[in-house]
């Protein structure tokens, strides 16, 4: 598990799919800006059996154990991409901005990347600035790069590169004694 202040990160195992699913298939849950992708339980079981270690899934959770969304990386052609989404309830309380800090953190730390990109749709102002609080800098746009509720829509790239990242934000190292 990663440790946060006020969430924590943890992998999603395959008993947790069932909820998964329910986020999957709830509009409200994924909101105006991503497309709705209506997943079975069995496509998301078949998703989640071919996870390799350059795509997992995380809950976020607050301190108490509750899950309030997710946080997945995956690899977008050779570069390491997030997403993320939060049940509605717990939207605009600084909980995204402090998972995806946890999650650069621990890409940094673990992993020997140059970046982390991260995509979201132009009017997603929420989303904009839960990337530019962790340290991500708008790259441009990619227009009309998404079909979602029967429009094209421009979305924008955003990354951070491991020298801005310079040092962990929220997880330490643990170093061997
Ligand atoms: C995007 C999303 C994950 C953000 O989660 P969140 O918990 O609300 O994020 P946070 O509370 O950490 O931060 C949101 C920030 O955006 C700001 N914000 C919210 N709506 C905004 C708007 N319309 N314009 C500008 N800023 C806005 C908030 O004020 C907050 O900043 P602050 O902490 O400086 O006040 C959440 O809204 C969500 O799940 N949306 C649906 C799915 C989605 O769009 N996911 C992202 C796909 S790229």
Redesign the pocket.
């Known amino acids: 598990m990663l440790e946060g202040r006020n969430v924590n990160l943890r992998v999603v195992e395959k008993e947790d799919l069932p909820l998964w699913a329910d986020w999957n298939n709830n509009p409200e ?3 105006e ?2 497309w709705f992708p209506q997943h079975s339980r069995t496509e998301l079981t078949k998703r989640y059996d071919s996870l390799t270690p350059d795509n997992k899934w995380f809950f976020i959770e607050k301190k108490d154990g509750t899950k309030i ?1 997710g946080i997945i990386y995956f690899l977008a052609g050779n570069l390491l991409e997030i ?4 049940v ?1 309830s ?9 998972a995806v800090k946890i999650m650069v953190d621990y890409l940094f730390l673990s992993r020997e990347l140059v970046r982390i990109q ?4 132009l009017d ?7 990337l530019e ?1 962790a340290g991500f800098k708008k790259e441009g746009t990619i227009r009309k790069s998404v079909f979602i509720r029967g429009k094209w829509r421009d979305c924008c790239l955003f990354s951070i590169l491991r020298e801005e990242w310079k040092e962990p934000k929220i997880l330490t190292r643990t170093e061997k004694k």
Do not use: H, M, W
């Open positions: 849950f994924f909101g800006f991503i969304g997403g993320y989404l939060l509605p717990e939207r605009g309380k600084g909980y995204c901005s402090e991260a995509t979201t749709d997603n102002f929420a989303s904009q600035t839960v609080k």
